[in-house]
């Protein structure tokens, strides 16, 4: 079960909801224009962006990429001196550029519930993880570095 509790199954699942809500489930209600198609765009890019730069450092830290593992090492250089989640920050911009792309205005919404999956399944336990294997170091991590951003 836990191979297949990873977020970027969460982020399908709520994509899926999305396009489902957009598809079969308007209202009516539209955000449809050239000006969400950029915003679209740039959030869609931007959290691929965020989740490429965090992977990548992961990889020169030769450190475990997936949530329910321990980490063999501390990342807190590139990206992570911004964030102490980019790759989960990525997959929320990422959904909500979805959502505007599927013009599925109703699953706004969707955005803080799945922020709050991201911690409860997550993050909670990731820095549970962490804080038990790091101690100090990850105490000040944590002081100096936000959650999100």
Known sequence: MRRIDVPPLWLLGF??????QGSYLSLGLS??????????????????LLAVLAIVEFRRHRTTVIPH???????Q??????????????????LAGLILRFDAVLSLV???????????????????RLRRTFRADFARYERKTRRWI
């Not at 911004?82 to 989960?88: D, K």
Request: hydrophobic share 50%; glycine share 12%; net charge negative.
């Open 110 to 128: 969707l955005v803080p519930v799945f922020v709050w999956v991201l911690e409860r399944r997550f993050i909670l336990p990731e820095e549970d």
């Open 77 to 94: 250089s590139g990206i992570y001196k911004r964030s102490r989640n980019p790759i989960y920050l990525g997959d929320v911009l990422i």
């Open 31 to 48: 955000l449809e224009g050239g000006l969400t198609d950029l915003l679209s765009g740039l959030l869609i890019g931007g959290g691929i």
């Open 15 to 20: 994509a899926v909801l999305a396009w489902l």
């Open 69 to 75: 593992e321990t980490p063999t090492a501390m990342v």
